[in-house]
């Protein structure tokens, strides 16, 4: 029997990166760098106007962290993984961009799992100051979902080098910069 559990990548090991980490470097320095040296000139940023299109790079980002998850898994445990919307705060001063996210799970093969890992669990989960343990027996939760991401997928390298490609890709995309009039 399987179950599908809603949670929010805010509650998983992973981001997805508005910021450009992943890339480390600027989209729009790159952009400039390459304008300037395809047109001999030394134009800067305040010389352009510049769009954003930052619903789809959310959108693409987001995808491919599920992705990323699907590939990555173990199959014997986590079915199907779907993304369900994206959320960007109208503040970012207490919450990032994120998106939800449906994980269908094998009930048995999970709880089995959460059974013979209960004592980790349980500190864990205590020692996050936002997830309060329910007990293995009160059924699969987003918190214990949250657990398993955290212990059995949180590769952090092999994640943002995954994604590395896919955020330049996205922000090359999705910004417009044109001359200043």
Do not use: C, R
Request: proline share 2%.
């Amino acid at each position: 029997m399987n179950k599908v559990v809603k949670i929010n990548s805010g509650n998983t090991p992973f981001t997805v990166d508005m910021y450009q980490t992943f890339t480390g470097e600027s989209n729009n320095d790159s952009m400039l760098d390459y304008y300037n040296s395809q047109n001999d000139t030394s134009l800067d940023y305040n010389d352009f106007d510049w769009e954003y299109n930052t619903k789809e790079v959310l959108k693409g980002l987001s995808m491919a962290s599920v992705e990323y998850i699907i590939e990555n898994t173990n199959e014997n445990i986590i079915k199907n993984v779907e993304l369900v919307g994206t959320f960007s705060p109208q503040f970012y001063n207490y919450n990032t961009d994120s998106y939800d996210m449906n994980i269908e799970v094998d009930t048995d093969k999970f709880t089995k799992y959460m059974q013979e890992n209960e004592k980790e669990y349980a500190t864990w989960a205590n020692a996050q100051s936002y997830h309060i343990p329910t007990g293995i027996a009160e059924g699969i939760t987003d918190d214990m979902l949250s657990y398993y991401l955290y212990t059995e997928m949180n590769d952090t390298e092999d994640y943002i080098m995954s994604m590395y490609d896919v955020a330049s890709e996205l922000w090359h995309e999705n910004t417009e910069m044109k001359l200043a009039q």
